[in-house]
């Protein structure tokens, strides 16, 4: 049995077609010697019936008795068949033979019907065909006389063969031209795959454009699907290259402050190593100033790890990274979150609250990958919100969705700017709150990865900041 990669379209078309045009022949056969047989049957059966015509005309009634008149010229004509023998026999009805052949076996039952009567026997262990017809004559009315007259098969056999071969043989011709016919028409049907094969064959690994679409109707869904996953491959390589240029954008800056203070710090170093007459002069400051330096390298080494962090959660926020969902309680997922950034919150004197929903907040999602959302999205309230400020998490859950809602009182984000903010490294220009710009682009990756929706919108009564993430609380058709 061929394996599927062995499966060929062209061997499918073929056997689809040839293999019930090949059934039909075989049955056409069939009925085609049946129908052979019954007219040679008939033919023959209707000169069967004149041979026994043609000895019922040489009977003679003398009055007492009946008398063939049947001299060896006339039994020449009827023997005239060299590939069949011919019998004749004519009996009364009570079966004594008046004349003819003793070969023959005896009268058929229904003596009494005058209609001609046809029957296969055998003579001498030959299949032979049987007529028998009733003589009447007006002045012999003691008994009826029965003329039998009798052939072998041959010719009959010879005939049915060469009608049959007249229907096989030109059905084998046509079946033979039909296959060469429909090879040669797959052949070329399928010429548009071969096409598009060399198309991509001679393609380059960057060269990435939609293939020629002048196809015939049923090969244009696979080249519509085929330009679809290049343009999905293409825009991940654009997101790639995208996402490798604003790494190494923002790595650089952080990169390049350690390395100035480090220089700093060793300079430091050096300058205390002065003379002894400068030794306690410049103690005090260098101490300070050493402090200060490695504050400042501790801060830049804070920022790279944060801001490798961010870039390895995104890159595992990928939507096309098959993830395995559980049902979970989001009450449980958020609470966990806020209880863990209560510290960040209190070092700025930031009131940090959760309100969980009165019922289980139940849906589909990676518990991790939810943990990450509500992390950046409280991290990122307290990060923006001003000190003495609030921030607030909650659970808004109906029939069919439901909604985390992350607000606070900062100075919040503008309207025209809101879109913007979920684009990666995007920051919005005037800040001087450190951060990485990944938050929210995190956010967004891992709720499309869940069926969610995500909005912005002002707080209460138009101040600060409202982030929703709307997420479906029945089973969702989920992306992988």
């Known amino acids: 049995m061929r394996s599927a990669r062995e499966k060929s379209i062209r061997i499918q078309l073929l056997s689809s077609l040839l293999y019930p045009l090949c059934i039909l022949w075989l049955l056409s056969t069939i009925l085609a010697y049946y129908l052979a047989v ?7 059966d209707s ?3 004149n041979s026994a015509e043609a000895v019922a005309a040489r009977l003679r009634f003398n009055g007492t008795d009946v008398l063939v008149d049947l001299p060896p010229a006339a039994q020449a004509i009827l023997r005239h068949n060299n590939r069949d023998k011919f019998y004749y026999q004519v009996i009364s009805q009570d079966g004594k033979r008046i004349s003819g052949d003793m070969l023959l076996p005896g009268p058929f039952p229904q003596l009494d019907s005058s209609a001609p009567l046809l029957r296969f026997a055998q003579v001498n262990g030959e299949d032979v065909r049987l007529a028998r017809i009733h003589v009447d004559f007006p002045n012999f009315t003691r008994e009826k006389v029965l003329v039998q007259v009798a052939e072998t098969l041959h010719s009959r056999h010879q005939l049915a063969q060469q009608i049959l071969l007249s229907i096989i043989v030109p059905q084998i011709i046509l079946i033979i031209l039909g296959a060469l016919a429909v090879w040669r028409g797959v052949s070329r ?3 548009p795959l071969v096409l598009i094969k060399n198309n991509l064959g001679q393609r380059s690994r960057l060269d990435l454009s939609p293939v020629d679409d002048d196809v015939p109707v049923e090969v ?5 699907a085929i330009n679809d996953l290049l343009a999905k491959i293409r825009t991940d390589i654009e997101t790639q290259k995208r996402f490798v240029a604003n790494a190494a954008h923002q790595f650089r800056t952080p990169l390049a402050g350690l390395k100035t203070y480090i220089f700093l710090a060793k300079r430091l170093a050096a300058d205390g190593k002065g ?3 400068n030794i306690r002069a410049t103690e005090d400051a260098g101490s300070n100033g050493m402090i200060s330096v490695l504050d400042k390298i501790d801060a830049g080494t804070d920022r790279m790890s944060s801001l490798a962090n961010k870039l390895l959660s995104l890159a595992k926020a990928d939507p096309d ?4 969902f559980t049902q979970l309680d989001l009450n449980s997922v958020v609470s966990e979150i806020t209880a863990e950034l209560v510290g960040e919150a209190m070092k700025k004197s930031i009131q940090l609250e959760f309100i969980s929903n009165r019922n289980p907040a139940i849906v589909y999602g990676d518990q991790d990958k939810l943990m990450e959302l509500a992390e950046n999205l409280v991290e990122n309230a307290i990060l923006y919100t001003q000190a003495g400020g609030r921030v607030e998490a909650r659970l808004d859950g109906s029939s069919d969705c439901v909604s985390l809602v992350v607000e606070d009182n900062g100075p919040g984000i503008p309207e025209d700017q809101r879109q913007h903010v979920f684009e990666r490294f995007y920051r919005i220009l005037g800040t001087d709150v450190p951060g990485s710009g990944l938050g ?3 956010v967004k990756e891992i709720a499309a990865k869940h069926n969610a929706e995500v909005s912005i919108s002002s707080g209460d009564k138009g101040l600060g900041t409202l982030v929703r993430v709307r997420f479906p609380s029945a089973v969702p058709a989920l992306k992988t």
Not at 220 to 224: C, E, F, K, Q, T
Not at 321 to 324: D, L, Q, S, T
């Open 47 to 49: 000169a069967l019936l």
């Open 275 to 277: 003379s002894h007459k």
């Open 220 to 224: 244009r869904p696979l080249v519509h």
């Open 321 to 324: 990274i098959a993830e395995k």
């Open 38 to 44: 019954s007219f040679a049957n008939d033919s023959y």
């Open 440 to 442: 929210l682009a995190i």
């Open 189 to 191: 049907s399928l010429q």
